[in-house]
């Protein structure tokens, strides 16, 4: 062991850092950047819409991909399956 090491605590040091004054200015900050006319709501819509859009016209592989993603719980039901009740017909078919 080196002198230098000699110095160095051997238990561990406890050492906590408050942030919360941080993430209070970079949650006002991000607030600034997305403006008064930001809609939470309406960008949840829009981010469904486009999901929908993604899944729809799959080809059969695709959809087969999709319906075995979507039993083993990586993806959630979508569209016009998740107003079926998920029986995995898709838009394959259409």
């Known amino acids: ?5 000699a110095s160095r ?3 561990p040091v406890e050492f906590s850092v408050d942030l919360t004054g941080h993430e ?3 949650r006002a900050h991000v607030m600034a950047a997305l403006g008064d006319g930001w809609d939470p709501v309406e ?3 829009g981010e469904e819409e486009a999901f929908d859009m993604l899944y729809s016209g799959l080809d059969p592989e695709q959809q087969r991909l999709y319906d075995t993603l979507v039993a083993a ?3 959630p039901r ?3 399956d998740a107003d079926r009740g998920g029986d995995g017909g898709g838009d394959a078919t259409a």
């Open 1 to 5: 062991m080196s002198d230098k090491d």
């Open 9 to 11: 605590p051997t238990e």
């Open 24 to 26: 209070m200015t970079r």
């Open 43 to 45: 960008m949840v819509r």
């Open 73 to 75: 719980g990586v993806l």
């Open 78 to 80: 979508r569209g016009d």
